[in-house]
């Protein structure tokens, strides 16, 4: 084929649009579906990991308050297995981004994330089939893993390499921006249900209803994608130092890669562990530990995830012009410093209406300083040969240790000390190690053209 053959190329500006349009609305379908599954945690743990639950609603609802500890650690272990199998996802997909394009990568974990989340929804419980409930939960969890582990790398990729000059950040800050979308509309929905339906119909039927919703979620974000074309390639100047001999293929470019591998997780642990903290293991913690209402839980998680996606897109824009460093450290630091303090505000009985959602929704505007610049910031680690697959494992890494244990370390810790200061805890210890690697951070890394 000549190039008189091929179709003529979308103006740059129509095609970075088209891109950020596509490489974004698979983030949001994924993480809705996650903060849906964190929001309805105890009502999965009674439905699935709870061996006396019955068929009447009043005995399924009331097995998840009597019995609810251990059945939540059940229902947090699914959680973090799947996380597990999200380097496996990373290094699958990421290979086929890196080797393929980028649009096989998004197209495949956009449809397999649909398929499983929409089964889900359609599960019989314990009640209905036995044992074999929760297996069959894990099991759709951890193809769940699978494709989200090669969601980040593809989309992030894409998105850097479409971003205009000095727009990388902003361009990135998208994928954590409809990050937090997902998590505020599965949030919302969760609120949304536990409001018109009573408590009965929610633990019987209702919590199928957000998980069916994926599929045309799904199917949306699928047609986008099959529309993709793939990322210009860099300038000649920008391509030789992915592909010259600084860079080189063999055992030495491998332990290369590996460092910057490892040096991504250390430098977004911090991310990982208040994102989930604060965003999805809230709503279970505040019921279980604290003692507060279903209802009440889901309006705190909606105000803090409200907090999160007002800051990101800001944060990304910031850290475009004076650098990733300075905005991922304010928000590490940010979160080291403040997560005990604000937490007790939440748990004071004293404290004011006005200071509760204050404090909540500071908390979420800390972690979108460390989620906005993210994604640009692990792009700018790799060249563009291998980028798909590291910064995908650098994210799925971190996820999985810090994200995905973080539901039930919290939720352990504080069924068995009584500690109801754990998530806190967890999200400051992570941030102020965080904070070490974020300073080895370049001032000018957001300037340089991609490798």
Known sequence: MTTTDLPPAPPPHAAARRALLAGSAGNLVEWYEFGVYGCFATVIAANFFTPQAGTAAGTVAGAAVQGGAEALVATYASFALAFFFRPVGALLFGRIGDRFGRRPTLVLVIGLMTLATTLIGLLPTRADIGAAAPWLLTFLRVLQGLSAGGEFGGAVSLMAEYAPPGRRGLYGAWQSFTVALGLLAGAATAA??????????????????????????????????????????????????????????????????????????????????????????????????????????????????????????????????????????????????????????????????????????????????????????????????????????????????????????????????GNTAAPAQYAAAACALSVPALLTLRGNDHREPLR
């Open 192 to 417: 949304a249900l536990a409001t018109v339906l009573p408590a009965a119909a929610l633990y019987t039927w209702g919590w199928r209803i957000p998980f069916l919703l994926a599929l045309p979620l799904g199917a949306v974000a699928l047609w986008l994608r099959t529309a993709l074309a793939e990322p210009p390639s860099p300038p000649p100047a920008a391509s030789g130092t992915a592909t010259g001999a600084t860079d080189p293929a063999g055992p030495t470019g491998v332990r290369e890669q590996a460092r910057a591998v490892v040096l991504g997780i250390g430098r977004i642990m911090g991310w990982s562990a208040a994102g989930y903290a604060f965003l999805v293991v809230l709503p279970s913690h505040l019921q279980s530990a604290l003692g507060a209402s279903f209802r009440d839980a889901l309006l705190a998680t909606t105000l803090v995830n409200l907090g999160f996606a007002a800051s990101i897109l800001p944060a990304g824009l910031l850290s475009d012009r004076v650098g990733r460093r300075p905005v991922m450290l304010c928000g590490a630091l940010g979160v080291a410093v403040l997560a005990l303090p604000l937490l007790d505000l939440l748990q004071s009985p004293g404290t004011a209406t006005q200071v509760r959602v204050a404090a909540v929704l500071t908390a979420g505007a800390l972690v979108g300083l460390l989620a906005g610049p993210g994604p640009a910031m692990l792009a700018e680690m790799f060249p563009r040969r291998v980028r798909c697959t590291g910064l995908g494992l650098s994210y799925a890494l971190a996820n999985a240790v810090f994200s995905g244990c973080a539901g039930l370390f919290i939720t352990a810790l504080a069924a068995r000390t």
